[in-house]
Protein backbone atom coordinates (compact mmCIF):
# COMPACT_ATOMS: atom_id res chain seq x y z
CA UNK A 1 0.00 0.00 0.00
CA UNK A 2 1.54 3.04 -1.08
CA UNK A 3 0.66 7.10 -0.18
CA UNK A 4 -0.54 9.19 -2.88
CA UNK A 5 1.19 11.93 -4.05
CA UNK A 6 -1.67 14.37 -2.88
CA UNK A 7 -1.07 12.62 0.70
CA UNK A 8 3.02 12.72 0.00
CA UNK A 9 2.77 16.73 -0.74
CA UNK A 10 0.25 16.99 2.52
CA UNK A 11 2.69 15.16 4.51
CA UNK A 12 5.21 17.14 3.59
CA UNK A 13 3.74 20.66 3.56
CA UNK A 14 3.02 19.43 7.65
CA UNK A 15 6.15 18.54 8.23
CA UNK A 16 7.75 21.39 7.00
CA UNK A 17 5.13 23.90 8.83
CA UNK A 18 6.21 21.42 11.86
CA UNK A 19 9.86 21.92 11.08
CA UNK A 20 9.77 25.60 11.62
CA UNK A 21 10.34 25.58 15.40
CA UNK A 22 13.35 23.25 14.65
CA UNK A 23 14.49 25.24 12.04
CA UNK A 24 14.80 28.36 14.72
CA UNK A 25 16.33 27.24 17.03
CA UNK A 26 18.67 25.12 14.74
CA UNK A 27 19.34 28.94 13.89
CA UNK A 28 19.91 29.78 16.73
CA UNK A 29 22.27 26.93 17.54
CA UNK A 30 23.88 27.80 14.57
CA UNK A 31 25.02 31.10 15.15
CA UNK A 32 26.53 29.98 18.72
CA UNK A 33 27.97 27.22 17.45
CA UNK A 34 31.98 27.11 16.82
CA UNK A 35 33.26 26.70 13.19
CA UNK A 36 34.66 23.41 14.09
CA UNK A 37 31.71 22.21 15.74
CA UNK A 38 29.23 22.90 12.99
CA UNK A 39 29.00 19.54 11.42
CA UNK A 40 28.68 17.89 14.65
CA UNK A 41 25.97 20.48 15.58
CA UNK A 42 24.13 20.17 12.48
CA UNK A 43 23.66 16.10 12.23
CA UNK A 44 22.68 16.06 16.08
CA UNK A 45 20.22 18.79 15.37
CA UNK A 46 18.48 16.44 12.57
CA UNK A 47 18.65 13.36 13.97
CA UNK A 48 17.65 14.47 17.32
CA UNK A 49 14.51 16.98 16.08
CA UNK A 50 13.71 14.91 13.26
CA UNK A 51 13.35 11.57 15.35
CA UNK A 52 11.53 13.46 18.12
CA UNK A 53 9.00 15.47 15.43
CA UNK A 54 8.47 11.99 13.62
CA UNK A 55 7.69 9.63 16.70
CA UNK A 56 5.67 12.73 18.50
CA UNK A 57 3.11 13.04 15.17
CA UNK A 58 2.92 8.98 15.00
CA UNK A 59 1.97 9.01 18.73
CA UNK A 60 -0.42 11.64 18.13
CA UNK A 61 -1.87 9.88 16.02
CA UNK A 62 -2.19 6.89 17.59
CA UNK A 63 -4.18 8.54 19.98
CA UNK A 64 -6.35 9.99 17.17
CA UNK A 65 -6.95 6.77 15.72
CA UNK A 66 -8.47 5.63 18.81
CA UNK A 67 -11.01 9.20 19.29
CA UNK A 68 -11.58 8.86 15.16
CA UNK A 69 -14.62 6.41 15.41
CA UNK A 70 -16.46 8.91 18.24
CA UNK A 71 -15.67 11.94 16.30
CA UNK A 72 -16.43 10.50 12.64
CA UNK A 73 -19.25 13.14 11.85
CA UNK A 74 -17.46 16.03 12.16
CA UNK A 75 -14.02 14.78 12.69
CA UNK A 76 -12.52 17.42 9.40
CA UNK A 77 -13.45 20.19 12.18
CA UNK A 78 -11.28 18.88 14.86
CA UNK A 79 -8.28 18.46 12.02
CA UNK A 80 -8.69 21.79 11.16
CA UNK A 81 -8.99 23.34 14.62
CA UNK A 82 -6.16 21.47 15.68
CA UNK A 83 -3.86 22.44 12.93
CA UNK A 84 -5.51 26.36 13.13
CA UNK A 85 -4.43 26.22 16.97
CA UNK A 86 -0.97 25.32 16.34
CA UNK A 87 0.00 26.97 13.13
CA UNK A 88 -1.82 30.32 15.72
CA UNK A 89 0.52 29.86 18.27
CA UNK A 90 3.50 29.73 15.68
CA UNK A 91 2.47 32.70 14.23
CA UNK A 92 2.42 34.34 18.15
CA UNK A 93 5.74 32.98 19.60
CA UNK A 94 7.53 34.37 16.07
CA UNK A 95 5.96 37.57 16.37
CA UNK A 96 6.91 38.05 20.16
CA UNK A 97 10.37 35.93 19.54
CA UNK A 98 13.12 38.77 20.38
CA UNK A 99 15.46 37.94 23.03
CA UNK A 100 19.13 37.10 22.53
CA UNK A 101 19.34 33.10 23.08
CA UNK A 102 22.44 31.17 23.58
CA UNK A 103 21.65 27.50 22.02
CA UNK A 104 24.47 24.81 22.24
CA UNK A 105 23.28 22.19 20.17
CA UNK A 106 26.45 19.71 21.71
CA UNK A 107 24.88 19.64 25.04
CA UNK A 108 22.64 16.67 24.86
CA UNK A 109 20.00 17.96 27.85
CA UNK A 110 19.39 20.70 25.98
CA UNK A 111 19.28 19.31 22.92
CA UNK A 112 16.81 16.74 24.09
CA UNK A 113 14.81 19.63 25.85
CA UNK A 114 14.49 21.61 22.94
CA UNK A 115 13.55 18.58 21.00
CA UNK A 116 10.34 17.55 23.55
CA UNK A 117 9.31 21.53 22.94
CA UNK A 118 9.47 21.84 19.46
CA UNK A 119 7.52 18.82 19.14
CA UNK A 120 4.98 18.78 21.16
CA UNK A 121 3.04 20.43 18.21
CA UNK A 122 3.44 17.49 16.51
CA UNK A 123 1.18 15.36 19.11
CA UNK A 124 -1.61 17.68 18.24
CA UNK A 125 -1.17 17.69 14.39
CA UNK A 126 -0.55 13.97 14.50
CA UNK A 127 -4.70 13.81 15.98
CA UNK A 128 -5.42 15.61 13.33
CA UNK A 129 -3.48 13.28 10.71
CA UNK A 130 -5.18 10.51 12.43
CA UNK A 131 -8.61 12.64 11.88
CA UNK A 132 -7.76 13.15 8.56
CA UNK A 133 -7.65 9.65 7.00
CA UNK A 134 -4.06 10.00 6.08
CA UNK A 135 -1.22 7.23 6.59
CA UNK A 136 0.22 7.43 10.29
CA UNK A 137 3.46 5.69 9.85
CA UNK A 138 4.05 6.68 6.15
CA UNK A 139 2.93 10.98 6.97
CA UNK A 140 5.33 10.53 10.54
CA UNK A 141 8.69 9.37 8.67
CA UNK A 142 7.66 12.15 5.65
CA UNK A 143 7.41 14.98 8.93
CA UNK A 144 10.83 13.24 10.54
CA UNK A 145 12.75 13.41 7.37
CA UNK A 146 11.42 16.78 6.56
CA UNK A 147 12.61 18.13 10.01
CA UNK A 148 15.85 16.33 10.15
CA UNK A 149 16.64 18.06 6.46
CA UNK A 150 15.57 21.37 7.37
CA UNK A 151 17.55 21.84 11.13
CA UNK A 152 20.74 20.16 9.36
CA UNK A 153 20.51 23.36 6.62
CA UNK A 154 19.32 25.85 9.82
CA UNK A 155 22.06 25.13 11.25
CA UNK A 156 24.29 26.48 8.77
CA UNK A 157 21.75 29.32 7.88
CA UNK A 158 22.18 30.03 11.36
CA UNK A 159 25.88 29.84 11.08
CA UNK A 160 26.44 31.70 7.97
CA UNK A 161 23.52 34.55 8.62
CA UNK A 162 22.87 34.42 12.38
CA UNK A 163 19.64 34.80 13.91
CA UNK A 164 17.84 37.22 11.43
CA UNK A 165 15.74 34.82 9.76
CA UNK A 166 14.15 32.72 12.74
CA UNK A 167 11.12 34.76 13.07
CA UNK A 168 10.57 34.23 9.52
CA UNK A 169 10.57 30.29 10.18
CA UNK A 170 7.94 30.02 12.28
CA UNK A 171 5.65 32.91 10.41
CA UNK A 172 6.04 30.72 7.48
CA UNK A 173 5.24 27.63 9.56
CA UNK A 174 2.62 28.88 11.33
CA UNK A 175 0.85 30.15 7.59
CA UNK A 176 1.35 26.60 6.04
CA UNK A 177 -0.23 24.93 9.22
CA UNK A 178 -3.70 26.92 8.95
CA UNK A 179 -3.73 26.47 5.03
CA UNK A 180 -3.79 22.89 5.36
CA UNK A 181 -6.43 22.84 8.04
CA UNK A 182 -8.40 25.10 5.93
CA UNK A 183 -7.71 22.71 2.62
CA UNK A 184 -9.07 20.06 4.88
CA UNK A 185 -11.98 21.60 5.77
CA UNK A 186 -12.75 22.37 1.83
CA UNK A 187 -12.06 19.53 0.78
CA UNK A 188 -14.46 17.54 3.73
CA UNK A 189 -17.52 20.43 3.35
CA UNK A 190 -17.12 19.84 -0.34
CA UNK A 191 -18.54 15.95 0.02
Request: charged content about 20%; overall charge negative; aromatic content about 8%.
Given at each position: MGISLTDFLTALLIGVGLAMDSAAVSMTGGANAKQGKLAAAALLAALIFGGFQGIMLFLGG????????????????????????????????????????????????????????????SLAVGVGVAFADHSLLETAI?????????????????????????????????VVLILIGLNILRTHMAL
Open positions: LGGEGLRGMVSEFDHWVAFILLAVVGGKMLLESCHSGEDKKVNLLDARILLILAVATSIDIVGAATALISFSSVFIGSRFGCRLEGKAGIFGG
